[in-house]
């Protein structure tokens, strides 16, 4: 297990000095003059060269790289040209709004998924089963800025049932502030005991969670089900069957416990599509994570932003498909570590 | 000499493929989603193709403006409505079909064509050019999907260009990584070794004899990529990195449409309703191609 560790850390480790590598080159190589647009527009040149030499952006291209590599290694990540902070504080101050989001959304996906296919595997051929395929299909073709905007006119426009955006009623933020521990609106107005906030943030995080979560609930249906009509040609379903074992525990404990672990496989693709998934439903719903900053930062060719915000996903990327390996080993004794 | 003796092996290969093609549309007619899904992709080509003149009105469809009717209810004379520039938006959704099918063929192609080669070096040589070819593919594979899309657009300036050479860029290692295994599980395979025995250059080997048996993979994936790309190219438009106005483009459209939302629902609504078709008719016939030309499949 250490010898795997060790392993998948230094392959890792080289996939990550390429990815820098990739993002260094790309804010680098781009006709948009870096120092220009630190400066701003009505810059006289003299000022832009002077940027231009505080920026280090004089220095030869590896020797820059070179700077930025053990700038980032030292927690110094630049500064965001479009608000003026710490790009690294900027991730940091909306970090836990996106995470809440993710695992919302990721909580939704793995029971409304796991749930759809087992029973389009029961239903093996039938009428239920190629319906739900064409559930689970829809879900992952659905583009998620229009899911978002569609729930938006049902159930916030038409019905008045929910709220269209932010992360909890802006008057609350006066009336009953919430204590800061985590950042984690829900986790942190549980905690202090500030139900106003918390009811008014799981009435915010509803829709976005689950136009989040369709994609998700799509891939992992369709897994689930494949992996289930495999677990139930086995022969100890037969043999469990045979023992009178009642149809319930045979399928939902006996077969599906075997048929995740190969399900598993998907989830790291599936965390992966939720890292950008959720910058367009944050940019929907106006939820104040770092999808919104990521978009701004996009649209300003703000580089030290998006090379943070670039650099920041390929780490999450590659430890969440490191995490999958690992779970999918101790869940599947065939999967040896090889 | 050597070309015609080379056919040998590969026939062997493979055998009678028209009863395999035969088998696999039988596997794939069976499905009754697979149909849904052909019906779909059919039509969406059909309107590409035919959109000037089914369309109502295809200036507007183009984007010339016509402020005096601008956002119009969907009503007989307008059945999806009009845009906040007067625009008909059943002709811009017709005409988005061509910029949708467009880029996603581009994207496609431009992948395969950087992808393919790669993965058949990779995988045929083996050593160092495979664990070269492959770590580049691992780095590039290491963004999480659309991220690096979206940066490079951003850095080279949006335009529905710059979206599919992006696109494309962040593409092309999925047909590597595919391309390589199907070739580094032939190459040892005694047609293989026939075929270099007979003194068969390594690109005639690749081309003649890898290339064949990794078509239909590249064949399904490609079909799938179709429609996430016209996904992620309206997913870039969205974002303002894609199509420029007054393009018709589905991403555009929606994103357009966004800011008053509550009042014209239909502008957004018919555009992502246009996007999400799309993409679900290429998944849908994907996934049948899948198990259609899966010989395990077959035999259920």
Wanted: hydrophobic share 55%; proline share 5%.
């Amino acid at each position: 297990m250490a010898r795997f560790l060790a392993r998948r850390a230094a392959t890792a480790m080289v996939v990550l000095l390429g990815v820098s590598f990739i993002t260094f080159m790309l804010a680098r190589v781009v006709p948009a003059d870096p120092a220009a647009s630190y400066v701003g527009q009505h810059a006289r040149p003299a000022e832009v060269e002077e940027a231009r030499r505080a920026l280090g952006l004089d220095r030869p291209l590896l020797e820059q790289y070179w700077t930025y590599l053990k700038d980032v290694a030292s927690g110094d990540w630049g500064t965001s040209i479009g608000t003026k902070r710490s790009v690294l504080s900027e991730i940091g101050s909306r970090f836990p709004a996106t995470l809440e989001l993710l695992l919302a959304a990721i909580a939704i996906a793995a029971v409304l998924g796991t749930v759809l296919g087992v029973v389009a595997a029961r239903r093996h051929g039938r009428g239920l089963d190629a319906a739900l395929r064409l559930f689970s299909t829809a879900g992952i073709s659905m583009p998620a800025f229009w899911l978002g905007l569609v729930l938006q006119i049902v159930f916030c426009y038409r019905l008045g049932l929910l709220p269209p955006t932010g992360r909890y009623a802006s008057d609350l933020q006066f009336t009953s502030p919430v204590e800061q521990i985590t950042g984690f609106v829900l986790f942190d107005s549980l905690v202090t005991g500030n139900f106003a906030v918390f009811g008014s943030a799981v009435e915010h995080l509803l829709l976005p969670a689950l136009t989040l979560a369709a994609y998700p609930t799509g891939v992992i249906a369709r897994m689930v089900r494949a992996s289930m009509l495999e677990a139930l040609s086995q022969d100890y379903v037969r043999a469990a069957r045979a023992y009178g074992v009642r149809e319930r525990v045979v399928v939902w404990r006996i077969a599906l416990r075997n048929a995740l672990p190969p399900a598993t496989t998907v989830l790291g693709l599936t965390l992966a599509y939720l890292l950008t998934g959720a910058f367009f439903v944050e940019v929907v719903f106006n939820w104040p994570g770092l999808g919104q900053f990521t978009a701004d930062a996009l649209l300003s060719s703000d580089y030290p932003a998006i090379m943070g915000v670039t650099l920041l996903g390929a780490i999450g990327y590659i430890l969440v498909n490191l995490a999958v390996d690992l779970v999918q080993a101790r869940l599947d004794p065939r999967v040896r570590l090889s | 000499m050597s070309a015609e003796l080379a056919t040998l092996p590969r026939a062997a290969a493979s055998p009678a493929p028209r009863s395999r093609l035969r088998g696999a549309w039988e596997v794939f007619a069976r499905d009754r989603l697979a149909l849904v899904g052909l019906a779909i992709v059919v039509l969406l080509v059909l309107v590409a193709v035919l959109a000037p003149w089914i369309a109502p009105d295809p200036a507007q469809g183009r984007g010339a403006a016509a402020v005096a009717q601008r956002n119009l209810a969907p009503s007989l004379d307008h059945l999806l409505g009009t845009d906040p520039l007067g625009r008909d938006v059943l002709s811009r959704v017709i005409f988005g079909a061509r910029s949708a099918l467009g880029v996603a063929l581009a994207v496609v192609s431009l992948a395969i064509a950087i992808g393919v080669p790669l993965g058949l070096l990779a995988g045929y040589r083996g050593g160092w050019v495979d664990e070269a070819i492959m770590r580049v593919t691992d780095t590039f594979l290491a963004f999480p999907p659309l991220l690096l899309a979206m940066v490079i657009v951003s850095l080279l300036g949006p335009s529905l260009r710059n979206a599919a050479l992006a696109l494309a860029i962040s593409w092309w290692p999925w047909y590597a990584r595919l391309v390589r295994g199907v070739a580094a599980s032939l190459r040892e395979r005694p047609f293989v070794e026939g075929a270099r025995a007979l003194g068969l250059s390594d690109a005639a080997v690749m081309r003649r004899h890898l290339l064949p048996n990794a078509l239909g993979p590249i064949v399904v994936q490609a079909t799938v990529d179709v429609g996430s790309v016209i996904l992620a190219a309206a997913s870039l438009a969205f974002l303002g990195l894609g199509a420029q106005a007054p393009a018709p483009d589905w991403g555009l459209m929606v994103f357009d449409g966004r800011a008053a939302i509550f009042d014209h629902w239909w502008y957004s609504t018919f555009a992502g309703l246009a996007i999400f078709l799309a993409v679900l008719g290429f998944n849908l016939v994907g996934d049948a191609l899948r198990d259609a030309l899966d010989p395990r499949e077959a035999r259920r």
